[in-house]
């Protein structure tokens, strides 16, 4: 708030102007309220499906593109354009004067006389004998306007400052609809498959208003479910001729999300999050282009590194987030949003599941060992989230040792009590704590496990050896083991705990983490997801939905076993995004495996330069040409020349030169550190992009505000 001085200065400056005397003008209403969705509209519904999206380059925006070709022309400077048009027009005019004044004879005349009879040039008929000869000199000086227009280049003067230059800022308007075969409106391909009544109902809810872009695409999703055999076409159709629009809805039975602040476009799956822009680093069929990430560009996961307040949550994170939420409403895919609390992630209502560690009032709570049954692989998992990061960062270092303890104490504690241990259980075990030892110990005895019973005793002897990694998982356990989380991570089955088995649904999920207060807790509950995502998604039945992990903050994250996840999330339809503030966050053995694992790599505007160097290594360089211009003096032999150069050192103020330009081919970073550092605009990003079949673009200089 202003200060009183300020305030008062404030109200004296809008006191002296003098206001009208009418009544004061109102803005007019807005259709809806800020960040809502429009309301259905038949004919906007239609215009949006019936766009143009033709096939284009990985990450280019496709609705509504034009494409452009992969060079640039060679483009002619107007001063240069300009000169030579009106030098062109010069020399025409002075041709035609001389032609007309007699100057250059009479010779011009002669295919007239040639082509004509006598009697029509010789006649008493003044109109005739005007008609002919008129129009012989119009055509003549149409020969030579043509001439002079092609040498002067008119045609790209009209282009470039004419009427077509003005038009081209509009966009292009189809007015005239398409084909009834053509049409994707009237749902073709349910009409070839027998269909004919359902896709009656659904062009008829498209025409009156009654259909959304979720709905098209939940409807469609529905329909390659059909076509595949996974449901019967009586089922689908029935759905739609009772349902409509409304069929085939989501489990929650929400047809749209309850804000935008992106732009999507779900029948390509894309959501738009800048334009790439008019600069010559780009790649001319990019430049001007939309910028847009879809699953097919998220199956190789991205990378995205800034530091803060570089927009990774709102430019990056949260559009993401949101298409992937609207592709789950369509039944495309399933999401887990992973971030601190009020980290501006979403409102509530756009997701099934909020599981807000630490907070009181969460209704679900977060499964510990995943869902699984295995000890086995419970325990790898539980091991690479509390010391993953401890485990020797080559690529090959891995925390077997960690899950060979934590197997040791699951198996025997998950057959005595039929569940996995909750978290102060499992402290007090790996602490060695005498009496729950000796009391599962007990227990196996009776029930006469033997081979259990020989996996406790390897425990017991281990942890009295120096240099036990038992003591290292219990100090980790111990940071989840605090009041804050005591009504979590329970294991009796009187909570509602959410697994990332549901994977094989389209669900909604977002995680609130406890970084305030507990940030080495936080770490360890990031890497706790990610090794359940990538352990989860590799045994899905159904891989036709596309899964998601989203990390708005990957710090400490990162590890030789999460990497190799990474790298296999591609085959089973997955990919994960993460956001880091630096990638002195990652071990430095890792920045390039986790660079090389990731297929889409962002830099945003303020990276320093040892992280821009990691950038310039991965992306390699190009051949380009270089132009060297050299000037050199030029030195007067002769008197005369001699005092014409002083002359013009006088004028020009420096000495007369020859210039002479080499171009030769070079090898040059694409972006070098220095220019990721230092030239990359605020609310800019460079960005890389290859999608799941392998096709890539160069890294692209994009605003992300456009």
């Known amino acids: 708030m202003d ?28 259709a809806h309220a800020p960040g809502t969705p429009p309301p259905p509209d038949g004919p906007a519904f239609l215009a949006w499906v019936r766009a143009p999206r033709p096939q284009a380059a990985p990450g280019v925006w496709r609705f509504g593109h034009r494409p452009r070709p992969a060079q640039e022309p060679e483009r002619t400077p107007t001063r240069q354009l300009l000169g030579g048009a009106l030098i062109a027009f010069l020399v025409g005019w002075l041709i035609w004067s001389l032609l007309w004044n007699g100057y250059l004879g009479g010779w011009w005349v002669v295919p007239l006389e040639l082509f004509t009879p006598g009697s029509w040039r010789h006649s008493g008929d003044r109109v005739g004998n005007a008609f002919l000869w008129y129009g012989y000199y119009t055509l003549i000086a149409l020969a030579i306007m043509i001439t002079v227009g092609k040498l002067g280049r008119w045609g790209e003067v009209w282009r470039r400052f004419g009427p077509p230059a003005w038009r081209a800022a509009e966009p292009p308007v189809n007015e005239r609809p398409p084909a009834p075969e053509e049409d994707p409106a ?23 208003g009654r259909m959304r872009d979720v709905d098209h695409a939940r409807i469609a999703r529905a329909w390659q479910g059909v076509h595949s055999g996974r449901h019967s076409l009586a089922a689908f159709t029935g759905a739609v001729l009772k349902e409509g629009a409304a069929a085939c809805l989501h489990p929650s ?13 779900l029948i390509t799956g894309q959501v738009r999050l800048g334009s790439t822009v008019d600069d010559p680093r780009n790649p001319y069929a990019f430049r001007g282009s939309g910028l847009a990430l879809g699953p097919d560009l998220l199956g190789t996961s991205l990378v995205a590194v800034g530091p803060a307040g570089s927009g990774k949550t709102g430019s990056v994170v949260r559009p993401l987030a949101e298409s992937l939420c ?3 409403l369509a039944g495309r895919a399933a999401v887990v949003v992973v971030g601190a609390a009020g980290a501006g992630l979403g409102p509530a209502d756009a997701y099934d599941v909020v599981v807000r560690i630490g907070h009181p009032e969460s209704v679900y709570d977060l499964d510990l060992y995943g869902g699984t049954t295995d000890p086995d692989e419970a325990a790898a998992v539980l091991a690479e989230a ?44 790996l602490d060695g704590v005498s009496g729950p030892l000796a009391a599962l110990r007990k227990a196996l005895q009776d029930t006469g496990r033997d081979s259990l019973l020989r996996e406790l005793d390897a425990r017991e002897r281990q942890a009295a050896h120096p240099g036990d990694v038992g003591s290292v998982l219990a100090d980790r356990v111990a940071l989840l083991d605090r009041p804050a989380f005591a009504p979590f991570f329970d294991t009796s089955g009187q909570s509602r705990p959410f697994s990332l088995r549901a994977l094989d649904h389209p669900v909604r999920v977002r995680i609130d983490l406890p ?8 770490r360890i509950l990031a890497r706790l997801v990610l090794a359940q995502f990538t352990a989860s998604v590799a045994t899905r039945e159904d891989r036709s939905l596309f899964a998601c992990l989203v990390l708005d903050d990957a710090t400490g994250v990162v590890t030789p076993e999460s990497v190799r996840g990474i790298q296999r999330l591609r085959s089973a339809n997955a990919g994960t995004v993460l956001t880091l503030r630096t990638l002195d966050d990652v071990p430095r053995p890792l920045r390039g495996p986790l660079l090389g694992a990731t297929g889409c790599r962002m830099a945003l505007s303020g990276l320093t330069p040892w992280d821009g160097q990691d950038f310039a290594e991965v992306w390699g360089k190009e051949w380009i040409e270089a132009r060297d211009v050299t000037d050199r003096q030029i030195i007067a032999e002769t008197p005369a020349g001699k005092a014409l150069h002083a002359l013009r050192r006088v004028i020009t103020g420096r000495a007369p030169t020859a210039r002479a330009v080499t171009v030769r081919q070079v090898e040059r970073e694409r972006w070098s550190a220095s220019e990721l ?18 096709e890539h673009a160069p890294p692209l200089l994009v605003d992300l505000r456009g």
């Open 677 to 694: 550092a230092h030239a990359v605009p605020p609310g800019h990003a460079v960005l890389s992009l290859t999608n799941v079949k392998g």
């Open 515 to 522: 970084e305030r207060g507990h940030a080495d807790a936080s």
């Open 386 to 429: 509390l010391v993953g990061d401890l485990a020797d960062p080559h690529p090959g270092g891995d925390s077997r040792r960690s899950t060979t303890v934590l197997a040791q104490l699951l198996g025997p504690y998950r057959a005595v009590h039929g569940r996995f241990p909750s978290v102060p259980e499992l402290r007090q075990l």
């Open 326 to 328: 609207l592709q789950a």
């Open 186 to 208: 009237q749902w073709n391909q349910l009409r070839a498959a027998g269909a004919q009544d359902a896709a009656d109902r659904l062009a008829a809810d498209a025409r009156a």
């Open 253 to 265: 039975g929400e047809r749209d999300l309850p804000a935008r602040l992106a732009v999507h476009d």
């Open 3 to 30: 200060s009183d001085g300020t305030q008062d200065a404030r109200v004296a400056r809008a006191g002296s102007v003098p206001r009208p005397a009418g009544p004061p003008q109102v803005p007019p209403r807005p």
